[in-house]
């Protein structure tokens, strides 16, 4: 029987919303890596009876449930004994466990309060999974021809153990693995670029393509699965050759976490820098960039250039352009872009004025109409965005996100020219 499994995320916070479940995002891709199916994420609240009917329903589909959460010392933490009695085991004192939890807390000078010792009562005949990062072990069970692998919730605490003890565990069991790669276009709906690789979508076997769609962009996963990971990676080498070959235009990484570190990475890789003017995006251009880690090598100044009088008097901008023009036009954006370029010294100046919503806008320059600007010694832009989609909630904050994106790929695009 092929593996299947199915993540249990045990804990009423997450079914109330107060924390946000990372830990099921963890698992699903180190299962994927692993080549392990998984059909199904659940979660339920801190209590032993629906936590017994979800495992169950689990177990009757799956022959692999993985836990995270309630094994802490409190008496709402019942997961070891729920799960250690649906395979008729008792509990004992883990030894190794207690000494453990000694060291824990003598290591930070807190005294182990008697609670703590339930936390080193383990289901008799379990692997023990060590946590040295908390005081709750976790715990595999083998049984009934089924798998129960307990991990503890804090993600410092999972996502270590998952990695190190569990991942390992899981692919002496697994006789391929799956690799995958991320394709970020900018520039193409996701109709679009479905419609023209509908055949290769249909037809591929291994590898596989599918596509996902975020604000303004497209993601394409390219997935193979092999007898190891250089037989996945040589699957999947054509396939990623020919989106490069045929979408040069759009593809702006791959395994890239964003188009702002996209950009960093251009820039950085060519040393040079970058300088910002904004106006209908206030700042939030250049919060995309100086959210890369290292964005200080490539940026050293930004202006939110809200007022008239400032893109007049710090940036350079004709008062006959703005009276003539208006703000929001391509010979305010140019100029925006050529002045910030000149007082701050940088490589490149990268402009943003429009009309974010949801007032101001007219027939003739509307709500959504944005002039990005770009001023370099080797080119130099300013393209017009329709960025309105209609939506009665949230359109200002889209058309501001819309924006900032289209800057940055038309930054990235400015640095790859030279």
């Known amino acids: 029987m092929k593996d299947s499994a199915e993540i249990l995320c045990i804990g009423t916070e997450i079914l109330l919303g107060n924390i946000v479940n990372t830990n099921s995002a963890e698992i699903s891709r180190g299962l994927a890596d692993l080549g392990i199916n998984l059909y199904h994420h659940t979660v339920v609240g801190d209590n032993p009876e629906r936590l017994k009917d979800a495992l169950e329903i689990a177990f009757a589909r799956n022959n692999i449930v993985i836990t995270t959460g309630g094994l802490g010392p409190t008496y709402d933490d019942l997961s070891k004994e729920t799960i250690a009695a649906y395979f008729g085991l008792p509990l004992e004192l883990h030894q190794p466990s207690v000494e453990a939890l000694e060291r824990f807390f003598k290591k930070f000078g807190r005294k182990m309060t008697e609670n703590n010792l339930k936390q080193a009562m383990m289901p008799k005949g379990c692997i023990v999974l060590e946590n040295p990062n908390g005081t709750a072990p976790g715990a595999i069970i083998e049984g009934k ?23 390992p565990y899981l692919a002496k069991r697994s006789d391929h693995v799956l690799r995958s790669h991320c394709v970020y276009f900018f520039g193409i709906g996701e109709s679009t670029l479905e419609a023209q690789l509908r055949e290769e979508m249909q037809t591929m076997e ?169 001023s370099s010694a080797w080119h130099n832009e300013v393209a017009e965005l329709r960025l309105a989609r209609g939506y009665r909630d949230g359109q200002r904050e889209l058309i501001r996100y819309l924006a900032a994106s289209n800057a940055l790929s038309l930054l990235r695009k400015t640095a790859e020219m030279k």
């Open 206 to 374: 291994n590898p596989t393509l599918a596509p996902y769609a975020k604000d303004g962009e497209v993601m394409l996963r390219v997935t193979a699965a092999g007898k190891s990971a250089a037989e996945a990676e040589e699957l999947m080498a054509p396939v990623l050759q020919m989106l490069r070959d045929r979408y040069p235009q759009y593809i702006y990484g791959v395994d890239v976490d964003n188009l702002q570190t996209a950009a960093v990475q251009a820039l950085k890789e060519r040393g040079f820098t970058v300088a910002t003017a904004e106006s209908c995006t206030g700042g939030y251009l250049s919060k995309r960039i100086t959210e890369v880690p290292g964005s200080s090598e490539v940026f050293g100044c930004g202006v939110t250039s809200y007022a008239n009088g400032v893109k007049e008097k710090l940036l350079g901008v004709k008062r006959e352009t703005l009276e003539k023009y208006g703000a929001v036009s391509p010979e305010t954006a140019k100029e925006m872009a050529d002045g910030v370029r000149r007082i701050s010294g940088a490589d490149i100046g990268i402009s943003t004025t429009g009309i974010a919503g949801p007032d101001g806008g007219s027939d003739e320059k509307p709500v959504g109409l944005v002039y990005v600007g770009i």
């Open 145 to 167: 021809g089924k798998i129960a692998i307990m991990m503890p919730g804090p993600p410092r605490e999972m996502a270590p153990m998952f990695q190190n003890q569990v991942m």
